[in-house]
C-alpha cells in the first residue's frame, strides 16, 4: 500500500509570497495528482504528473521519481488561492486492477491580505 | 468547471437505513471513481467501475456496492447505515483518452444521525 505524506499540514502566507507544498510517497507509481479543494468539498484536478514539471498560470509542479517526490508551487499567491492542496498518487494492482487513488491528508492554505 | 454531477448534494439518513448516490461522468469518459473523505482526512478510494464493471475496490466492506450503467453514469450503494459512515463522496470520471486524469464531482455530503 503506498503511503503518501504531506507538508506542511497547515500554511499561512502573505499575499504575493512564493509558496511550496511537499509530497512524498513511498512506492514507484503510474502518476501523480495535484489537486484543490475548497470548502464546501468541490475538488479540482491541477495537474496530473507522471515526470518532469508542468505549468499552469501561477502553478508550478515538479515530481523527482527516483526521490518520490513531488511539489506544488505557487508564484506572487492571493487570497483567493486559500484552499487545501491534496496530492493523490496512482498505481495498479499485480492483477492489472485499478487501485484508484490514495490521498495525502491535505495542505491548508490560508493567504492573507 | 467539470460535467461529472452528483446527487443529492446533502443527504441525512439514520443508523440501519440504507443510501443510493448518484453519479454522472464527464463525456466521454467510461471509468468512474468513488471515494469517502471523512472530516479532516484525504479520500479514501471505495472502489472503480469500467465499463459496467468492478475494477477495483479499497478496504471497505460488501454493504458498499455500486452499479455502472450503459451510459458511464454511477450510482454507490451503502446498506445497513452506520454513523461513522458519515462523510463526503465523491465520484470521479477518467479514461485513457484523458491521461487517467480524474475529473471530480462536487461531492455529497451524508449524515448518518
Known amino acids: 500500500k503506498n503511503e503518501v505524506e504531506q507538508s506542511p499540514q497547515n500554511l499561512t502566507a502573505q499575499e504575493g509570497e512564493f509558496i511550496t507544498i511537499n509530497c512524498s510517497y513511498s512506492?514507484?507509481?503510474?502518476?501523480l495528482h495535484w489537486l484543490q479543494q475548497h470548502p464546501g468539498g468541490g475538488i479540482v484536478s491541477l495537474f496530473m504528473?507522471?515526470?518532469g514539471k508542468k505549468k499552469h498560470g501561477r502553478l508550478i509542479a515538479t515530481i523527482n521519481i527516483q526521490e518520490k517526490h513531488s511539489s506544488l508551487h505557487i508564484t506572487a499567491s492571493h487570497p483567493r488561492d486559500s484552499a487545501v492542496y491534496i496530492c493523490?498518487?496512482?498505481?495498479?494492482?499485480?492483477?492489472?486492477?485499478?487501485?484508484?487513488?490514495?490521498f495525502g491528508k491535505g495542505t491548508h492554505l490560508i493567504i492573507q491580505p | 468547471e467539470t460535467g461529472v454531477t452528483q446527487s443529492p448534494t446533502h443527504l441525512i439518513k439514520t443508523r440501519g437505513q440504507q443510501v443510493t448516490l448518484r453519479c454522472s461522468s464527464q463525456?466521454?469518459?467510461?471509468?468512474v471513481s468513488w471515494y469517502q473523505q471523512a472530516l479532516g482526512q484525504g479520500p479514501q478510494f471505495i472502489f472503480q467501475?469500467?465499463?459496467?464493471?468492478?475494477?477495483g475496490r479499497g478496504n471497505f466492506p460488501p454493504r458498499f456496492s455500486g452499479l455502472q450503467f450503459p451510459n458511464y453514469s454511477s450510482e454507490l450503494n451503502v446498506n445497513a447505515l452506520e454513523l461513522d459512515d458519515s462523510a463526503l463522496y465523491l465520484c470521479?470520471?477518467?479514461?485513457?483518452?484523458?491521461?487517467?486524469?480524474?475529473?471530480f464531482g462536487p461531492g455529497t455530503r451524508l449524515t448518518v444521525l
Open positions: 470521479a470520471s477518467s479514461s485513457k483518452s484523458s491521461g487517467g486524469l480524474g475529473y
Open positions: 512506492v514507484g507509481i503510474s502518476a
Open positions: 504528473l507522471s515526470s
Open positions: 493523490a498518487v496512482a498505481s495498479w494492482s499485480s492483477g492489472g486492477g485499478a487501485d484508484g487513488l490514495t
Open positions: 463525456s466521454g469518459h467510461n471509468t
Open positions: 467501475y469500467y465499463r459496467e464493471e468492478e475494477n
